[in-house]
């Protein structure tokens, strides 16, 4: 999600806005990085340090709460976020060499998003597809049964 001056501003000032109206709240940090990320796509240090300063709480404590789960990023995302499952049943049926694929087909290593900002690929785990094993996601579509070549068709959709 790459944002203009104008959008950052307006965001900034939406987030500013959502923070006064829950700062005193109980347990506020999760709910407004919530927000921050779904204004921002993810978490910059920029936002961290916002939001830090207007709890009045360590921006270390930001940082400590956005690693640990796995809903929040730090760095920018794709236009389409890639998730080529790597749980149990998956990993059994393929899904490592599905990955390979992935990542050879976008020339981008998983966890990171491609030059052009048109994919991020992340090795996630268990989506509840077993049946369909190996599975991936872009965005919200699911493709099942997959085998390595069927990687290139499924991304020119996206291209």
């Given at each position: 999600m790459s944002l203009t001056?104008?959008?950052?501003?307006q965001n900034y000032a939406a987030l500013n806005a959502?923070?006064?109206?829950?700062?005193?709240?109980?347990?506020?940090?999760?709910?407004?990085?919530q927000k921050a990320q779904d204004l921002f796509g993810y978490l910059s240090l920029e936002t961290q340090t916002l939001i830090a300063d207007a709890l009045h709480v360590p921006v270390t404590e930001v940082y400590g709460?956005?690693?640990f789960y796995a809903q929040f990023s730090l760095q920018p995302k794709g236009?389409?976020?890639?998730?080529?499952?790597?749980?149990?049943?998956?990993?059994?049926?393929?899904?490592?060499a599905v990955l390979e694929e992935v990542e050879r087909e976008l020339n981008c290593k998983s966890g990171h998003t491609t030059e052009d900002g048109k994919f991020t690929i992340q090795a996630t785990r268990c989506l509840g597809c077993c049946g369909l094993a190996p599975v991936m996601v872009i965005d919200e579509?699911?493709?099942g049964r997959l085998v390595p070549a069927d990687v290139a068709g499924i991304l020119d959709k996206y291209r």
């Open positions: 001056n104008e959008q950052k501003e959502f923070i006064e109206e829950h700062k005193n709240d109980r347990g506020p940090l999760m709910k407004i990085m709460v956005a690693t236009e389409h976020v890639l998730g080529v499952c790597t749980g149990t049943a998956c990993y059994v049926k393929g899904s490592a579509q699911v493709y």
